[in-house]
Nanobody, 121 residues
Framework: QVQLVESGGGLVQPGGSLRLSCAASGSIFSISFMGWYRQAPGKQRELVASITSGGRTNYGDSVKGRFTVSRDNAKNTVYLQMNSLKPEDTAVYLC???????????????WGQGTQVTVSS
């Protein structure tokens, strides 16, 4: 089995910064995409940022220029540096990874339990 464990959420004032981490562990041969989604109360889950094993990144429009996604392939860990945070960034942030168990394994989707980010004065 595979686990994704997130850390780094919390309460921050508008304009502040936070860094989220998500480490994958378990029966992992390789990880394709890793990334972050978020879900605010009453809203649909939306993509925040994703990154391939080769380092190609993709960002949601609302976070471009403020958030940076990165990953350490050796540690199976993805990071999200969030700067210039706004109240509308308040949400549960969920880590996502597409994982192979072996060379012949298809990709399997895994999600973390989520970490709360609250931006408020």
């Amino acid at each position: 089995q595979v686990q994704l464990v997130e850390s780094g959420g919390g309460l921050v004032q508008p304009g502040g910064s936070l860094r989220l981490s998500c480490a994958a562990s378990g029966s992992i041969f390789s990880i394709s995409f890793m990334g972050w989604y978020r879900q605010a109360p009453g809203k649909q889950r939306e993509l925040v940022a994703s990154i391939t094993s080769g380092g190609r990144t993709n960002y949601g429009d609302s976070v471009k220029g403020r958030f940076t996604v990165s990953r350490d392939n050796a540690k199976n860990t993805v990071y999200l540096q969030m700067n210039s945070l706004k109240p509308e960034d308040t949400a549960v942030y969920l880590c996502h990874a597409e994982i192979r168990y072996s060379t012949l394994s298809p990709l399997h989707d895994y999600w973390g339990q989520g970490t709360q980010v609250t931006v408020s004065s």
